[in-house]
């Protein structure tokens, strides 16, 4: 009796492990699909409400602009600060970190200044995975450590810029309905990643 009690404690154990398994198993898979969707909401704040790094990074880096809209940006993991402002007849939008950390610089662009060579890349991407496809904004990327990024916009130095493609587009795959993704590209317009945007909302369209 005693070792069929034992040998009944052992299973129960193995199948406590077994569906503790399989329960982190799926967590996992459900973290990563939400991972791939894009949820945001923006709020606008005042200058004073961001965080000094960031206002000091952006007065350095763009130092004839007058009064940048900042907002508050949250997201699936947390919230980061944005600061949107023309600039040379372009849309300019910075986004900074929780603590104010430059992040990225993004200035729109039209799909008519991309170069022949991005272009075609883009297009074998979209019509080699989609049924159709519409191009709705198009934003040139730029990323790097804070003074490289500073001494890019303000003295026109390139070493250390990273420079990508973020590309908000609807299409339809050829087995599904269509949606609105956005997509990033490298600098030669090649494939890097995409998200479903599932929400966007701001509480006050500026521009």
Known sequence: MFICHKNYNSLRLILKMRCFYITLFSFIIIVQ?????KIEREIRVNQRDVPEEAVIWLEDAFETIKKPKWYKEFF????SYEAKFYLKKRFYSVEFDSLGMIEDVEIEMDESELSEHVNKNLQAYF???YQSFKIEKI?????GDP????????????????????????AKPNDGSEEIWEGTFDQEGRFISKRKIEI?????LIF
């Open 200 to 204: 966007r909302i701001t509480d006050n």
């Open 127 to 129: 019509k080699g995975n």
């Open 76 to 79: 699936e993991t947390g919230f």
């Open 147 to 170: 003074d490289d990024l500073e001494d890019f916009f303000d003295e026109s130095e390139k070493e250390g810029i990273t420079t990508r493609y973020e590309i908000e587009y609807r």
């Open 139 to 143: 934003q040139i990327q730029y990323t």
């Open 33 to 37: 699909a939400h991972a791939q969707v």
